[in-house]
């Protein structure tokens, strides 16, 4: 069974950076896509940033600029570095692993991403 596990969530200041991580418990890099998405308190969940097979990445309005996404295939983990973070940034953050290929189309089309981590908070203070 395919895991998703992150890391690296936690409480930080405005203007603060963190750095999440994501590991699969088996090869799925190799896959359509990957992505970040989250949901802040009362909120729908939302695509962050997204990566797929060709390296090809995607981010959503608010945080362009400010989060980059990365791959470590060789440590099978999915990393997304957040800069300048702002109190809205304040969400628990999951990461996600797709097996269709509408995610190259739609990076943050729900439906294609089958495979989900537990999720890690993320709060950003003024």
């Known amino acids: 069974e395919v895991q998703l596990v992150e890391s690296g969530g936690g409480s930080v200041q405005a203007g603060g950076s963190l750095r999440l991580s994501c590991t699969a418990s088996?090869?799925?890099?190799?896959?359509?896509?990957m992505a970040w998405f989250r949901q802040r308190p009362g909120g729908a969940r939302e695509g962050v940033a997204s990566?797929?097979?060709?390296?090809?990445?995607a981010y959503g309005d608010s945080v362009k600029g400010r989060f980059a996404i990365s791959k470590d295939n060789a440590k099978e983990t999915l990393n997304l570095q957040m800069s300048s973070l702002a109190p809205e940034d304040t969400a628990m953050y999951y990461c996600?692993?797709?097996?269709?290929?509408?995610?190259?189309?739609?990076?943050?089309?729900?439906?294609?991403?089958?495979?989900w981590g537990q999720g890690t908070q993320v709060t950003v203070s003024s």
């Open positions: 088996q090869y799925i890099y190799s896959g359509y896509c």
């Open positions: 990566i797929n097979v060709m390296n090809v990445t």
């Open positions: 996600a692993a797709s097996t269709s290929p509408t995610c190259f189309r739609l990076a943050f089309d729900r439906p294609s991403y089958t495979y």
